[in-house]
C-alpha cells in the first residue's frame, strides 16, 4: 500500500513495530505470506491482502512468500496458478525466490500425522460427513465423542496406512485431532486431518490419495515457512485455536501467530469463487477475464491500472470491523488515476454524417490535438479533417428541444480543435432515420476561434470519414444492477444486469488510434476510459472496451431501472 508521512499505522503495523521492538521476531525479519487456493482466478478482494501483506513485507525490510495452498485437486488447475502469478505481478509485487507450495510440506505432514496417531492424539474415523456434523453438536450444545475415538493406536497405524495405499473409497474414514468434543469453538471438536480422495494433483501426480485438511496444512506451512505473521481476514478468527494448536505440535520449531482484519466487501460485486465459477460454467460472462467480473484479470483486460486499485485498498485501510465499501468509490479512483494518464482521442459511437458543403472537395487540413492537457509532456498528434466527417448521431437533433445547444437546421456549433459549421440541413431514409446532415463552415473560424468574437454554446468532437478506422466498442457497465445482489430473492442470477455490455460494432475512431495496444489507457473524448481489448481486438478489427464513464452515472440508470 502507497505509504505517506501523514497516514497512521494501521494496527498491524502497530502490532509489527511492537514485536519488532520488544524483540519477539526472530532473527529480526518480518516474514509474510499470500496463500491463495488455486480453485480459481483472483478476485478484487484479493488486492487488498496481496498489498497488505507484499507492503508489510518490504515496508520493514522482510520478505514475502507465494505459498500456494494445493490440497484439493479436485478443483485446483494449472491454469489458476499462471494466471494467480500474473496478477500479483500485474500488482508490482514479486515473491523473488520464495515460491512454495502446501504439496511442498506433503511428506512432513504426512509424517507429524503418524506421530500424533502414536502419541494417541489423532485417530481414524469411520463417521459419514452427516454423522460427524450430528456428533459435533451446535454452538450451544456440546458434541459427543465418536465411537470410534478410542480405537488402539496400532489400529489408527494400520487404517491410516490402508488410506495411505488406497485401500478405501472416498468419504469411508478420516483422519481426525483428538482434542475436546465439548469445546466451545466447534473448530476444535476433533477436527478433521486428512481425508481420502482419489483425485490427479497437479503437482504430486497420483503419489497420494490421501490430503490434508486446510486447518493442518496452513498453520504447519507457516511454520516450516518462518512465517512471523499470518495475515487472514476475519472469518478465520473461530480457526485461530486450531491454528495455534498446529503451530504447537511436539516437533514445529517455529511458532508463528495470525491475525486478522476485515476483507474487502464491494457493493455490486460477488466475491465467492464458487459463484463465479457458476458465471464461467454457464456462459453468463465470457469467462475469468470478461472485462464485468470482478477478478484481477477482469479488471485489468477492462482498462485498470494497478496504480488505481492500490490507490483505492490504501484509502479503504486496514481494519478489524467488516464493512461494505461503495462501488463509486473504486471507480473514483479508476477515473482519477486514468484522467492523469489516459491519451486523449475523438472517437464518434453512434456515427452520422456531415457534409460540409462549402468546404473544398478534396483538401485535407491537419489540427494538432493534445494527447493529454494533464501531462504537458504527453505530446500532440495530428488529427484529419476533411469535407465529409461523422458526429455523433444524438448530436443533431431535426427539433431540438429548449436548452438543446448542439446542431440542428440553422445552428452553430463549434467542432473541437477544427472550425465552427452551421447546419443547412439533412437526408432521412425510408424509416425516417437521418443519414446525412449538410452544413456550411466558416473558414475564418480555423482553431475554434471566431475573428469578430462571437461564441458558440455546443461543442462537438468527430471523426474525418475518410481518415478514422471502424472499430467494435463494446460499452461494459455493472454486471449486476442490485447493491446486494441476491437479497431480494435469494438467487443472485435474478439481479444480473441486462445492460452490462452493449457493443457498437459501427465506431468510427480517429486514425491515431490505430497505433493504440494493450495496457494503453485512452479517453474517448466526451465518452468514457477505453482501452483495446487484450483478447479479441486485431489490427484489421479494433475492438475498445470501456473502462468507466467519464463521471459516476449510475444514479441516473438506477433511477431509470427503478432501483
Not at 399 to 415: M, Q, S, T
Not at 440 to 453: F, N, Q, T, V
Not at 534 to 560: G, I, Y
Request: hydrophobic share 30%; aromatic share 10%; net charge negative.
Amino acid at each position: 500500500m502507497a505509504e505517506t508521512n501523514e497516514r497512521p499505522l494501521n494496527f498491524i503495523e502497530k502490532i509489527i513495530e511492537d514485536d519488532l521492538k520488544e524483540g519477539r521476531v526472530p532473527g529480526g525479519e518480518i516474514v509474510t505470506r499470500f496463500p491463495p487456493e488455486p480453485n480459481g482466478y483472483l478476485h478484487i478482494g484479493h488486492i487488498k491482502s496481496i498489498c497488505l501483506n507484499f507492503s508489510l513485507a518490504q515496508k520493514y525490510g522482510g520478505r514475502c512468500h507465494l505459498r500456494l495452498d494445493d490440497t484439493n485437486p479436485a478443483k485446483e488447475e494449472n491454469e489458476y496458478i499462471d494466471a494467480i502469478k500474473e496478477d500479483i505481478r500485474w500488482l508490482g509485487f514479486d515473491w523473488g525466490k520464495h515460491e512454495y507450495y502446501a504439496s511442498d510440506y506433503y511428506d512432513r505432514l504426512y509424517e507429524i500425522a503418524v506421530r500424533l496417531i502414536k502419541e494417541g492424539k489423532a485417530y481414524v474415523d469411520s463417521l459419514s460427513a452427516e454423522e460427524m456434523k450430528e456428533y459435533r453438536g451446535t454452538l450451544t450444545t456440546a458434541g459427543k465423542n465418536s465411537p470410534d475415538r478410542d480405537r488402539s493406536i496400532e489400529e489408527n497405524l494400520r487404517l491410516f496406512e490402508e488410506m495411505r495405499q488406497g485401500k478405501h473409497p472416498e468419504g469411508s474414514y478420516t483422519l481426525r485431532a483428538k482434542i475436546d468434543m465439548s469445546s466451545p469453538n466447534i473448530n476444535m471438536r476433533d477436527p478433521a486431518l486428512y481425508r481420502i480422495k482419489f483425485a490427479h494433483h497437479p503437482r504430486t501426480g497420483d503419489k497420494w490419495c490421501i490430503y490434508p485438511m486446510y486447518d493442518f496444512t496452513h498453520p504447519i506451512s507457516d511454520a516450516i515457512e518462518g512465517i512471523t505473521h499470518s495475515i487472514c481476514t476475519l472469518e478465520f478468527e473461530d480457526h485461530r485455536p486450531a491454528y495455534d494448536w498446529a503451530t504447537s505440535i511436539d516437533g514445529i520449531e517455529h511458532t508463528p501467530h495470525q491475525y486478522e482484519f476485515a476483507r474487502l466487501n464491494i457493493n455490486y460485486l460477488l466475491m465467492s469463487k464458487r459463484k463465479l465459477l457458476y458465471l464461467v460454467n454457464n456462459n453468463f460472462v465470457s469467462g475469468w477475464d470478461d472485462p464485468r467480473m470482478p477478478t484481477i484479470a477482469g479488471i485489468r483486460r477492462r482498462g485498470y491500472s494497478p496504480e488505481a486499485m492500490k490507490d483505492f485498498v490504501n484509502r479503504v485501510g486496514v481494519a478489524k470491523v467488516e464493512g461494505v465499501v461503495d462501488y463509486a468509490l473504486m471507480e473514483f479512483c479508476v477515473r482519477e488515476d486514468l484522467n492523469k494518464r489516459a491519451k486523449r482521442l475523438m472517437a464518434v459511437l453512434d456515427p452520422v454524417e456531415v457534409v460540409i458543403d462549402n468546404y473544398p472537395d478534396d483538401e485535407v487540413e491537419y489540427f494538432e490535438a493534445g494527447n493529454n492537457p494533464e501531462d504537458p509532456e504527453s505530446g500532440t498528434h495530428q488529427i484529419a479533417f476533411s469535407k465529409h466527417i461523422y458526429i455523433e448521431r444524438e448530436d443533431f437533433m431535426e427539433n431540438p428541444v429548449k436548452g438543446y445547444h448542439r446542431l440542428y437546421v440553422g445552428n452553430e456549433i463549434r467542432l473541437k480543435y477544427a472550425y465552427y459549421i452551421t447546419a443547412t440541413g439533412f437526408e432521412k431514409d425510408d424509416d425516417g432515420n437521418i443519414t446525412l446532415i449538410h452544413a456550411e463552415y466558416d473558414p475564418l473560424s480555423r482553431g475554434g476561434e471566431a475573428p469578430d468574437g462571437r461564441k458558440v454554446k455546443g461543442t462537438s468532437h468527430w471523426v474525418s470519414k475518410e481518415h478514422s478506422i471502424k472499430a467494435e466498442v463494446r460499452q461494459y457497465d455493472k454486471l449486476f444492477k442490485a447493491e446486494n445482489p441476491g437479497e431480494a430473492t435469494g438467487n443472485y442470477l435474478d439481479d444480473l444486469n441486462p445492460d452490462s455490455l452493449i457493443i457498437l460494432d459501427n465506431a468510427r475512431i480517429e486514425e491515431e488510434g490505430e497505433k493504440a495496444s494493450a495496457g494503453e489507457y485512452l479517453q474517448f473524448i466526451r465518452n468514457g476510459y477505453y482501452c483495446v481489448d487484450s483478447k479479441d481486438s486485431r489490427p484489421d478489427h479494433m475492438v475498445f472496451n470501456r473502462t468507466c464513464t467519464l463521471k459516476d452515472s449510475w444514479a441516473k440508470q438506477k433511477a431509470k431501472m427503478g432501483l
